[in-house]
């Protein structure tokens, strides 16, 4: 693609986003003056285009999609990409107070995410189960896998497409050690603490055994906690979760032989089962305002190409941070 080809695609692009959020962005910019930034402003603009809730008796359908991060990852617009805990966050709070609706059904495919953000979805279905009474159910499709799983436990019922991946029962934290490299390359890191293991981590300098088992006691723990919020939401004992929660990945077959779900089927057929449940309820997916424009801008992203240095920070960012996650790695 040359140059002026480029361009046009450019110019296209301006235009289709121009004409299709120019008068909401008008109103949104009104209202919020000169006191937002860029991207407060982006937000309140597809904020304002969310669609409202049904009228009449629903089903909610909460995606999980991609890995979990507690904030989102956005466009060059400031729109979501891929999962948005915000978001979902705020939606299980607008569902908790519509009675209109009459349950949620969680779409999982994730190889997992961050602990604190898996938790914190996890104990907002709870709550609302808590407050409502009423029913959650949950469909696993191609992964659902550490944190996906972890969230999957405030379920009443979990079903799983037949080829799905599904456990990875466990907890890491994944560092990157570049002491080698910079060593090579004549770089010297240096970090003035005021403690032996505020540095701890850090990628300049080697692990020592104290701080080994600082990392490990931090992973301990939030195994414990994963362990025993699946005895809870499976109705298994502690025991046997722990002989099933070393880490690996089960297929769909051996969950279901474990226990871990409840059943297998296709999507569409689990749609039939719940509306037969429910006296055929609207099942409700809350339009994705962001998908036309996060294709485009993906599109554009991948005609552009990415530079090594922007890769390596990619993963530098995502798998090395040394935050504790439930996740699992080889699916990536």
Known sequence: MNGKQVVSMLVATALFVVTGVSSVAINTWSETKKSSSQSEVAKKIFSSLESNLPSEDYIAVIDVEGTIYSEAETGFFGESEGYDHPATMRYVDKLIKDDKNKGILLYINTPGGEVTASDDLYLKLMKYKEETGRKIYCYFADQACSGGYYISMAADEIYANRNCWTGSIGVIISLTNMKGLYDKLGIQGINITSGKNKAMGSSTEELTDQQREILQSMVDEAYEQFVEIVAQGRGLEVKKVKK????????????????????????????????????????????????????????????RGRSDAEVLSDLLEKQGNGGLMYYESSLQ
């Open 244 to 303: 099933l929660a070393d880490g690996r990945i089960y297929t769909a077959k051996q969950a279901l032989a474990h226990k871990l779900i409840d059943g297998t089927s296709t999507y569409e057929d689990y749609l039939e089962k719940i509306k037969a449940e429910t006296g055929d309820v609207l099942i409700y997916e809350q339009e994705n305002i962001n998908t036309s424009l996060s294709s485009l801008f993906s599109t554009i992203q991948q005609i």
